[in-house]
């Protein structure tokens, strides 16, 4: 599986960003797929997590409630909604898949590139 993360950009706190990640290759609706971040000087952190089936969800504290991740099988995408973004939220992020307790853990298989969010205050 090659994932392609896009939908990074500049916004002011308060705002809102959709990070998208394409899939290639026909498995995508096995995996489990998943997002992180990682800020300068910062270890990489998990920050969502959604089931092959998009049944289950998971969250890190600080996102719930203003993040949501969805997917959509049909064209191998999974997608991060990002509302009431704050500076703290700006970091390089990174898509995720593999099994769910590897996505979960950070030991995931296949890594996307990074898309830069940046959030000013």
């Known amino acids: 599986v090659q994932l392609q993360a896009s939908g990074g950009g500049l916004v002011q706190a308060g705002g809102s960003l959709r990070l998208s990640c394409a899939a290639s290759?026909?498995?995508?609706?096995?995996?489990?797929m998943g997002w992180f971040r990682q800020a300068p000087g910062k270890e990489r952190e998990f920050v969502a997590a959604?089931?092959?089936?998009?049944?289950?969800?998971y969250y890190a504290d600080s996102v719930k409630g203003r993040f949501t991740i969805s997917r959509d099988n049909a064209r191998n995408t999974v997608y991060l909604q990002m509302n009431s973004l704050k500076p703290e939220d700006t970091a390089v992020y990174y898509c995720?898949?593999?099994?769910?307790?590897?996505?979960?853990?950070?030991?995931?298989?296949?890594w996307g590139q990074g898309t830069q969010v940046t959030v000013s205050s």
């Open positions: 995720a898949a593999d099994s769910g307790p590897a996505v979960v853990a950070g030991t995931a298989g296949y």
């Open positions: 290759g026909r498995t995508f609706s096995s995996y489990a």
């Open positions: 959604i089931s092959w089936s998009g049944g289950s969800t």
